[in-house]
DNA sequence: TTTTATTGATTGAACGTTCAATAAAAAAAT
DNA sequence: ATTTTTTTATTGAACGTTCAATCAATAAAA
């Protein structure tokens, strides 16, 4: 086997088994075992890259809040300078994007919800997290109406955004992303109704 | 020590210790040992009462849905034959009356949803939940407008309501209910908009 | 030969469940 | 009223299982 440069694919391979193995069996029983198993591996190499468990568990919430980051600074790249409404869409677009990964990925997602509540450095992730969207929400609006307005715009829209994942995600059906992305759209017409000069997408609230 | 009609009792301690252990350590530390030690019993009485710890978890979770519905039929109940926009407001209302018991309550319906991923049982019982607020919000939303954006509106809700709910227990602050339910209210008059006779609240949109 | 990468058996701790033993109240008998 | 019997309620030590972490041994490149 190989000598050098197994580190940086090891832990690629363990994350991905990691949610993967959540999404099996939930994080309960997401054993060092099942995991390294999934990532062909022994179990014993998870305390060597990522000194045991709880490292492995903290660098797998990491590389999910660093997907959804990705998934929403692509979309608002794309769009050099666009209007605020441009943003914000590009921004509640990027959030629903998850759904591709969606199993794996969304189970970690509730699991890590639950843990961060009782762990301090998941809460602190997770925390950074939010106030990320809530600030780029909030800039966006700011550019259309008063800051406390903007704020409340801001809190709506994010509540909106995760409202619908996690019913989405919860739901025997799974989360039907193009529903979700047509009514979070809506609610930011209704966020924008008498702030911007451009009108909303051809469809109105009919 | 007494002989009879221990049973209710029991339950409802070891119910409420279930809650307190979660909101302690979370679910994933949360022993039988510490559980009973919470109810000032033995960790023998939990297989006795419930049949396991499975039992308990379950019954727990049956015992929050069932405080919820409680709530949210207690302040409908108040209405007699109110209007739509009064039934609603009382159902978002009754939502954000978890908060009073916040703590426990809070952290174990996290830990409830993120497990509901991965056990039947407590799927099906998430899920009914979940589609009794829909059905109710739907079903009021119905007597203003056709059915499409009635169902449309109730989608929207329940994920605001979900969603509000959720950013606040996340927070490190804890959930600030006045501003959940007015961001809610506010949410519920952009819906109702053009569709109904009777003012809003009287604070307008500002 | 040196270095890096990996294994897997072992270890100690912690968990849920079980069950024989016990305590106390209620019912029955004296 | 007192004693005996029955029933309900509860304990806590013992058991078997499972887990994360460790580390000496090994294998393969450099």
Not at 121 to 146: A, I, K, T
Request: aromatic share 4%; proline share 4%; charged share 25%.
């Amino acid at each position: 086997m190989p000598k050098t440069g197994m580190e940086p694919i090891r832990r690629s391979q363990l994350i991905q088994a990691t949610m993967a193995a959540i999404d099996e069996v939930g994080l309960a029983d997401a054993t060092v075992l099942r995991i390294a198993r999934h990532a062909g591996v022994s179990a014993g190499i998870i305390s060597h890259y990522f000194g045991g468990k709880d490292g492995l568990l903290e660098a797998t919430m990491r590389q999910i809040l660093s997907d959804l980051g990705q998934a929403v600074a692509e979309r608002r790249l794309r769009l050099a300078d666009g209007s605020p409404r441009d943003h914000i869409a590009a921004i509640i677009d990027g959030n629903f994007d998850r759904s591709q990964i969606s199993g794996p990925a969304a189970k970690t997602w509730l699991a890590f919800w639950a843990s961060s509540m009782h762990r301090p450095q998941l809460q602190r992730l997770q925390h950074v997290n939010d106030q990320r969207l809530y600030s780029n929400l909030c800039f966006q609006f700011r550019r259309l109406m008063p800051l406390n307005e903007a704020r409340d715009a801001a809190r709506t829209l994010a509540a909106m955004i995760d409202g619908l994942w996690l019913r989405g995600t919860l739901s025997p059906d799974g989360l039907d992303t193009e529903r979700a992305r047509r009514l979070a759209h809506a609610c930011l017409d209704k966020l924008l109704a008498g702030h911007d000069t451009s009108a909303a997408s051809p469809k109105e609230t009919a």
